[in-house]
Protein backbone atom coordinates (compact mmCIF):
# COMPACT_ATOMS: atom_id res chain seq x y z
CA UNK A 1 0.00 0.00 0.00
CA UNK A 2 1.32 3.59 -0.59
CA UNK A 3 2.08 5.88 1.93
CA UNK A 4 -0.04 8.20 0.14
CA UNK A 5 -2.86 6.03 0.78
CA UNK A 6 -5.68 5.99 3.35
CA UNK A 7 -6.08 2.25 4.91
CA UNK A 8 -9.27 1.60 3.33
CA UNK A 9 -7.66 2.41 -0.19
CA UNK A 10 -10.01 2.65 -3.03
CA UNK A 11 -12.13 0.60 -0.29
CA UNK A 12 -14.27 2.93 1.69
CA UNK A 13 -17.42 0.63 1.30
CA UNK A 14 -17.21 -1.01 -1.44
CA UNK A 15 -15.69 -4.37 -2.58
CA UNK A 16 -14.59 -3.90 -6.18
CA UNK A 17 -11.69 -0.92 -7.52
CA UNK A 18 -14.00 1.03 -9.91
CA UNK A 19 -14.92 3.24 -7.08
CA UNK A 20 -13.20 6.16 -8.48
CA UNK A 21 -12.22 9.69 -6.68
CA UNK A 22 -9.47 8.65 -4.78
CA UNK A 23 -5.90 6.85 -4.47
CA UNK A 24 -6.07 2.95 -4.49
CA UNK A 25 -3.04 0.51 -4.38
CA UNK A 26 -4.63 -2.56 -2.99
CA UNK A 27 -2.18 -4.92 -4.53
CA UNK A 28 0.68 -3.43 -3.16
CA UNK A 29 3.49 -0.96 -4.80
CA UNK A 30 7.12 -1.45 -4.87
CA UNK A 31 8.61 1.00 -2.33
CA UNK A 32 11.21 2.56 0.32
CA UNK A 33 8.97 4.14 3.02
CA UNK A 34 10.53 4.99 6.86
CA UNK A 35 7.58 5.55 9.56
CA UNK A 36 7.94 7.35 12.88
CA UNK A 37 5.22 7.07 15.80
CA UNK A 38 5.37 10.59 18.11
CA UNK A 39 3.13 8.85 20.85
CA UNK A 40 -0.82 9.29 21.24
CA UNK A 41 -1.52 7.95 17.95
CA UNK A 42 -0.12 10.35 15.75
CA UNK A 43 2.28 8.65 12.86
CA UNK A 44 4.22 9.90 10.20
CA UNK A 45 5.90 8.51 6.80
CA UNK A 46 7.99 9.28 4.29
CA UNK A 47 8.21 6.91 0.74
CA UNK A 48 9.73 6.88 -2.75
CA UNK A 49 7.30 4.54 -4.53
CA UNK A 50 7.58 2.86 -8.14
CA UNK A 51 5.14 4.73 -10.54
CA UNK A 52 4.61 2.67 -13.19
CA UNK A 53 2.35 0.01 -11.80
CA UNK A 54 -0.42 2.41 -10.55
CA UNK A 55 0.85 6.67 -10.84
CA UNK A 56 0.86 5.92 -14.55
CA UNK A 57 -1.31 4.83 -17.36
CA UNK A 58 -2.82 0.79 -17.73
CA UNK A 59 -2.40 0.36 -21.01
CA UNK A 60 -2.56 4.09 -22.37
CA UNK A 61 0.05 6.73 -22.69
CA UNK A 62 -0.01 9.05 -19.72
CA UNK A 63 0.72 11.85 -21.95
CA UNK A 64 -1.51 12.48 -25.50
CA UNK A 65 0.02 14.20 -28.29
CA UNK A 66 -2.50 16.21 -30.09
CA UNK A 67 -1.78 15.14 -33.39
CA UNK A 68 -2.60 12.45 -35.60
CA UNK A 69 -4.17 8.76 -34.74
CA UNK A 70 -7.71 7.78 -35.90
CA UNK A 71 -10.86 8.19 -35.25
CA UNK A 72 -11.72 5.26 -32.70
CA UNK A 73 -8.81 6.47 -30.47
CA UNK A 74 -9.70 10.03 -30.53
CA UNK A 75 -13.49 8.43 -29.24
CA UNK A 76 -11.77 5.80 -27.00
CA UNK A 77 -10.30 8.16 -25.37
CA UNK A 78 -7.04 7.72 -26.06
CA UNK A 79 -5.88 10.64 -28.13
CA UNK A 80 -3.95 9.46 -31.03
CA UNK A 81 -3.51 6.03 -29.74
CA UNK A 82 0.75 5.95 -29.09
CA UNK A 83 2.49 5.86 -26.01
CA UNK A 84 4.40 9.04 -25.51
CA UNK A 85 5.13 7.84 -22.01
CA UNK A 86 9.09 8.19 -21.73
CA UNK A 87 9.14 5.68 -18.51
CA UNK A 88 10.46 5.94 -14.67
CA UNK A 89 13.47 7.99 -14.14
CA UNK A 90 12.75 9.32 -10.87
CA UNK A 91 10.47 7.60 -7.81
CA UNK A 92 7.20 9.38 -6.64
CA UNK A 93 8.15 11.01 -3.22
CA UNK A 94 4.76 10.93 -0.74
CA UNK A 95 4.01 10.88 2.57
CA UNK A 96 1.51 11.54 5.25
CA UNK A 97 0.79 12.58 8.49
CA UNK A 98 -1.92 10.07 10.72
CA UNK A 99 -3.73 10.69 13.66
CA UNK A 100 -5.33 7.46 14.71
CA UNK A 101 -7.82 7.26 17.84
CA UNK A 102 -10.73 5.61 19.40
CA UNK A 103 -12.92 8.06 17.62
CA UNK A 104 -11.66 7.17 14.69
CA UNK A 105 -9.39 8.47 11.95
CA UNK A 106 -7.46 11.76 10.39
CA UNK A 107 -4.87 11.55 7.73
CA UNK A 108 -3.12 14.26 5.39
CA UNK A 109 -0.95 13.17 2.58
CA UNK A 110 1.08 14.69 -0.31
CA UNK A 111 2.88 13.26 -3.29
CA UNK A 112 5.51 14.47 -6.35
CA UNK A 113 5.13 12.78 -9.60
CA UNK A 114 7.49 13.02 -13.05
CA UNK A 115 5.56 13.70 -15.96
CA UNK A 116 8.00 12.42 -18.90
CA UNK A 117 7.24 12.30 -22.35
CA UNK A 118 8.98 10.13 -24.94
CA UNK A 119 9.97 11.69 -28.54
CA UNK A 120 7.69 13.93 -30.92
CA UNK A 121 8.02 10.92 -32.76
CA UNK A 122 8.63 7.69 -30.59
CA UNK A 123 10.68 6.07 -33.05
CA UNK A 124 12.95 9.03 -33.68
CA UNK A 125 15.30 10.40 -31.10
CA UNK A 126 16.70 13.35 -32.82
CA UNK A 127 12.69 14.70 -33.14
CA UNK A 128 13.47 16.07 -29.08
CA UNK A 129 10.72 15.65 -26.44
CA UNK A 130 8.84 17.92 -24.32
CA UNK A 131 10.52 19.52 -20.90
CA UNK A 132 9.85 17.14 -17.71
CA UNK A 133 7.37 18.26 -15.63
CA UNK A 134 6.03 17.54 -11.79
CA UNK A 135 2.73 16.89 -11.05
CA UNK A 136 1.68 16.83 -7.08
CA UNK A 137 -1.36 15.56 -5.18
CA UNK A 138 -2.72 16.40 -2.02
CA UNK A 139 -5.22 14.17 0.33
CA UNK A 140 -7.52 14.82 3.34
CA UNK A 141 -9.59 11.92 4.92
CA UNK A 142 -11.46 11.21 7.90
CA UNK A 143 -12.84 7.98 9.22
CA UNK A 144 -15.36 8.15 12.47
CA UNK A 145 -15.99 4.90 14.78
CA UNK A 146 -18.34 4.36 17.33
CA UNK A 147 -21.43 5.84 15.51
CA UNK A 148 -24.83 6.42 17.81
CA UNK A 149 -26.65 3.85 15.09
CA UNK A 150 -25.00 0.70 16.00
CA UNK A 151 -21.22 -1.39 17.17
CA UNK A 152 -18.98 -1.29 14.84
CA UNK A 153 -20.63 1.10 12.18
CA UNK A 154 -18.22 3.68 10.30
CA UNK A 155 -18.07 6.52 7.82
CA UNK A 156 -15.18 6.88 5.68
CA UNK A 157 -14.05 9.87 3.53
CA UNK A 158 -11.32 11.20 2.01
CA UNK A 159 -10.72 14.06 -0.79
CA UNK A 160 -7.85 14.43 -3.35
CA UNK A 161 -6.72 17.42 -5.48
CA UNK A 162 -3.72 16.16 -8.39
CA UNK A 163 -2.59 18.14 -11.14
CA UNK A 164 -0.31 16.30 -13.63
CA UNK A 165 -0.79 13.29 -11.16
CA UNK A 166 -4.33 12.00 -12.55
CA UNK A 167 -4.13 8.82 -11.28
CA UNK A 168 -3.87 10.03 -7.56
CA UNK A 169 -7.53 10.92 -8.42
CA UNK A 170 -8.82 8.45 -11.14
CA UNK A 171 -6.99 5.32 -9.27
CA UNK A 172 -6.50 1.79 -8.54
CA UNK A 173 -6.55 -0.98 -11.51
CA UNK A 174 -9.54 0.35 -13.43
CA UNK A 175 -8.37 2.03 -17.27
CA UNK A 176 -7.58 5.79 -16.83
CA UNK A 177 -9.65 6.48 -20.52
CA UNK A 178 -13.23 5.71 -20.95
CA UNK A 179 -15.82 5.65 -23.66
CA UNK A 180 -19.26 4.75 -23.51
CA UNK A 181 -21.80 4.19 -26.33
CA UNK A 182 -25.76 5.06 -26.03
CA UNK A 183 -28.83 4.41 -28.52
CA UNK A 184 -30.31 7.41 -27.55
CA UNK A 185 -29.32 9.48 -30.53
CA UNK A 186 -30.12 12.21 -32.61
CA UNK A 187 -29.67 14.65 -35.17
CA UNK A 188 -29.28 12.11 -37.59
CA UNK A 189 -26.53 10.50 -35.67
CA UNK A 190 -26.08 5.98 -35.47
CA UNK A 191 -25.55 5.87 -32.15
CA UNK A 192 -24.62 8.42 -28.61
CA UNK A 193 -20.83 8.38 -26.91
CA UNK A 194 -19.53 9.91 -24.19
CA UNK A 195 -15.83 9.46 -23.70
CA UNK A 196 -12.70 11.41 -21.21
CA UNK A 197 -9.16 10.65 -20.98
CA UNK A 198 -8.05 11.06 -17.10
CA UNK A 199 -3.65 11.43 -18.39
CA UNK A 200 -1.43 13.60 -16.46
CA UNK A 201 -1.19 16.31 -19.45
CA UNK A 202 -1.22 17.04 -23.53
CA UNK A 203 1.41 18.68 -25.97
CA UNK A 204 1.30 19.50 -29.15
CA UNK A 205 4.68 18.50 -31.82
CA UNK A 206 7.58 20.52 -30.65
CA UNK A 207 5.65 22.28 -27.76
CA UNK A 208 5.63 21.93 -23.64
CA UNK A 209 3.52 19.89 -21.69
CA UNK A 210 0.25 21.50 -20.60
CA UNK A 211 -0.59 19.29 -17.20
CA UNK A 212 -4.63 18.48 -16.30
CA UNK A 213 -5.85 18.52 -13.27
CA UNK A 214 -8.25 16.78 -11.41
CA UNK A 215 -9.88 16.30 -7.84
CA UNK A 216 -12.20 13.66 -6.19
CA UNK A 217 -14.10 13.16 -3.07
CA UNK A 218 -15.81 9.23 -1.85
CA UNK A 219 -16.98 7.96 1.04
CA UNK A 220 -18.84 5.30 2.70
CA UNK A 221 -21.51 4.71 5.70
CA UNK A 222 -21.15 0.98 6.90
CA UNK A 223 -24.11 -0.13 9.31
CA UNK A 224 -23.90 -3.69 10.95
CA UNK A 225 -27.14 -5.35 11.23
CA UNK A 226 -26.42 -7.98 13.29
CA UNK A 227 -22.99 -9.69 13.60
CA UNK A 228 -23.97 -11.90 10.53
CA UNK A 229 -24.95 -8.84 8.40
CA UNK A 230 -24.04 -5.60 7.47
CA UNK A 231 -24.69 -2.78 4.46
CA UNK A 232 -22.41 0.21 3.40
CA UNK A 233 -24.29 2.72 1.03
CA UNK A 234 -21.08 4.55 -1.05
CA UNK A 235 -20.41 7.09 -3.41
CA UNK A 236 -17.60 9.16 -5.00
CA UNK A 237 -17.51 12.28 -7.52
CA UNK A 238 -14.74 12.95 -9.58
CA UNK A 239 -13.30 15.67 -12.28
CA UNK A 240 -10.78 16.31 -14.70
CA UNK A 241 -9.91 19.91 -16.11
CA UNK A 242 -7.29 20.00 -19.21
CA UNK A 243 -7.10 23.85 -18.87
CA UNK A 244 -7.17 26.45 -21.42
CA UNK A 245 -4.67 25.89 -23.46
CA UNK A 246 -4.46 21.80 -22.88
CA UNK A 247 -8.51 21.79 -23.57
CA UNK A 248 -7.42 23.51 -27.11
CA UNK A 249 -5.23 21.74 -28.36
CA UNK A 250 -7.12 18.35 -27.58
CA UNK A 251 -10.50 19.71 -29.25
CA UNK A 252 -8.53 20.64 -32.34
CA UNK A 253 -6.72 17.42 -32.68
CA UNK A 254 -10.26 15.73 -32.36
CA UNK A 255 -11.74 17.62 -34.36
CA UNK A 256 -9.58 16.38 -37.24
CA UNK A 257 -10.18 13.04 -36.60
CA UNK A 258 -13.51 13.10 -36.21
CA UNK A 259 -14.62 14.53 -39.61
CA UNK A 260 -12.62 18.14 -39.76
CA UNK A 261 -14.82 20.41 -41.12
CA UNK A 262 -17.29 18.04 -41.13
CA UNK A 263 -17.91 17.59 -37.60
CA UNK A 264 -20.75 19.88 -36.06
CA UNK A 265 -19.69 20.06 -32.13
CA UNK A 266 -18.67 21.96 -29.37
CA UNK A 267 -16.93 22.02 -26.42
CA UNK A 268 -13.75 20.65 -23.91
CA UNK A 269 -12.42 17.18 -22.75
CA UNK A 270 -13.25 18.14 -19.26
CA UNK A 271 -15.43 15.56 -17.80
CA UNK A 272 -16.85 14.27 -14.21
CA UNK A 273 -17.96 11.02 -13.25
CA UNK A 274 -20.06 10.37 -10.25
CA UNK A 275 -20.87 7.19 -8.76
CA UNK A 276 -23.16 5.33 -6.08
CA UNK A 277 -23.57 1.97 -5.08
CA UNK A 278 -24.53 -0.36 -2.05
CA UNK A 279 -23.03 -3.60 0.01
CA UNK A 280 -24.53 -6.14 1.66
CA UNK A 281 -22.34 -8.79 3.40
CA UNK A 282 -23.35 -11.97 5.02
CA UNK A 283 -20.43 -13.70 7.57
CA UNK A 284 -22.19 -17.07 8.32
CA UNK A 285 -18.99 -18.30 10.15
CA UNK A 286 -15.89 -16.25 11.56
CA UNK A 287 -13.70 -15.42 8.59
CA UNK A 288 -16.24 -16.06 5.74
CA UNK A 289 -17.94 -13.08 3.90
CA UNK A 290 -19.91 -13.24 0.84
CA UNK A 291 -20.93 -9.78 -0.56
CA UNK A 292 -22.94 -8.48 -3.20
CA UNK A 293 -22.61 -5.12 -4.62
CA UNK A 294 -24.43 -2.78 -7.26
CA UNK A 295 -22.92 0.26 -8.74
CA UNK A 296 -24.46 3.43 -11.15
CA UNK A 297 -21.92 5.27 -12.98
CA UNK A 298 -22.88 8.13 -14.82
CA UNK A 299 -20.09 9.77 -17.10
CA UNK A 300 -20.94 13.57 -17.54
CA UNK A 301 -18.90 14.93 -21.10
CA UNK A 302 -18.49 18.29 -22.27
CA UNK A 303 -19.10 17.95 -25.91
CA UNK A 304 -22.12 18.43 -27.68
CA UNK A 305 -23.60 17.92 -31.15
CA UNK A 306 -22.24 15.43 -34.02
CA UNK A 307 -18.91 14.04 -35.03
CA UNK A 308 -18.32 13.66 -39.18
CA UNK A 309 -18.62 10.40 -41.27
CA UNK A 310 -16.18 8.38 -38.86
CA UNK A 311 -15.05 5.00 -38.20
CA UNK A 312 -15.42 4.02 -34.35
CA UNK A 313 -13.44 0.92 -34.81
CA UNK A 314 -14.79 -2.77 -33.06
CA UNK A 315 -17.57 -4.06 -34.06
CA UNK A 316 -19.02 -0.75 -35.04
CA UNK A 317 -20.22 0.39 -38.37
CA UNK A 318 -17.67 2.21 -40.70
CA UNK A 319 -19.07 5.73 -42.04
CA UNK A 320 -20.91 7.24 -39.30
CA UNK A 321 -22.12 10.16 -37.07
CA UNK A 322 -21.81 9.72 -33.37
CA UNK A 323 -23.90 12.24 -31.25
CA UNK A 324 -21.78 13.17 -28.12
CA UNK A 325 -23.97 12.73 -25.17
CA UNK A 326 -23.41 11.80 -21.27
CA UNK A 327 -23.77 8.24 -20.56
CA UNK A 328 -24.78 5.78 -17.94
CA UNK A 329 -23.89 2.21 -16.94
CA UNK A 330 -24.43 0.14 -14.04
CA UNK A 331 -22.19 -2.81 -12.79
CA UNK A 332 -22.27 -5.38 -9.96
CA UNK A 333 -20.32 -7.98 -8.09
CA UNK A 334 -20.31 -11.04 -6.25
CA UNK A 335 -17.06 -12.02 -3.87
CA UNK A 336 -16.64 -14.28 -1.60
CA UNK A 337 -13.81 -13.83 0.98
CA UNK A 338 -12.18 -16.58 3.39
CA UNK A 339 -9.55 -15.68 5.58
CA UNK A 340 -7.02 -17.76 7.12
Do not use: C
Not at 136 to 149: F, G, I
Not at 311 to 340: C, L
Amino acid sequence: MSQFSTPWNGGPGNITSNLLGGDDTSTGINQVSYTAEFGNGVSGSISLEDPSSYRQAQGVSSLIQTTGGTAAAWLGGTGNGTNYTAGTSIPDITGHIRVDQAWGLFQVSAAAHQVRASYYTPADETSGHPSDKYGYAVLAALSLKNLPTGPGDTINLDATYANGAIRYVIGGTSPNNFSMFGNNSGLGAYQTIGFGAAVDGVFAPGGSIYTTSAWGIRGAFNHNWTPNWSTSLFGAYSSVDFGGTGGALYTAALRSAVGGAASAFAGNPNFNIAQIGTKTTWTPVKNLAISGEVMWTRLDQNYSGVTGLVSAGGTKPANVRYEFKDQDTWTGAVRVQRTF
